[in-house]
């Protein structure tokens, strides 16, 4: 889900929006709305015992739910760079945008 969210807006935030740090701070809100919605979504399939689709089959579902450590440090580091990768792309959308206005000055100048 972060992972759509990253490729579908942050190059369009970018792009769209002028003010470079809007830009920014608006990906980062959103992707914080998407991270709570995933991780929720997780939480609720793995206790209603599908832990097949986000966990891998192997991991047993019996209440209180034991994790292993370096699970939760990957979740975190993966989404991490997500969200890094979509600021990314809303700097490149942002300079994209930038080069197309001064070309269109250019030529209309000339």
């Not at 369009?12 to 470079?20: C, E, Y």
């Not at 979740?75 to 001064?102: E, P, S």
């Amino acid at each position: 889900m972060g992972l759509i969210y990253t490729v579908l807006f942050g190059f369009t935030l970018g792009f769209f929006v002028k003010q470079r740090g809007v830009a920014i701070v608006g990906f980062i809100a959103g992707y914080a709305w998407v991270f709570s919605y995933q991780s929720l979504n997780l939480l609720l399939e793995m206790l209603g015992g599908k832990t097949g689709e986000a966990f891998g089959a192997d991991l047993p579902v019996t209440l209180p739910v034991h994790y292993r450590d370096s699970d939760l440090l990957a979740y975190g580091i993966v989404n991490l760079v997500f969200m890094l990768i979509g600021v990314g792309l809303v700097v490149l959308g942002g300079y994209v945008a930038a080069r197309r206005t001064a070309k269109k000055t250019a030529v209309s100048v000339a």
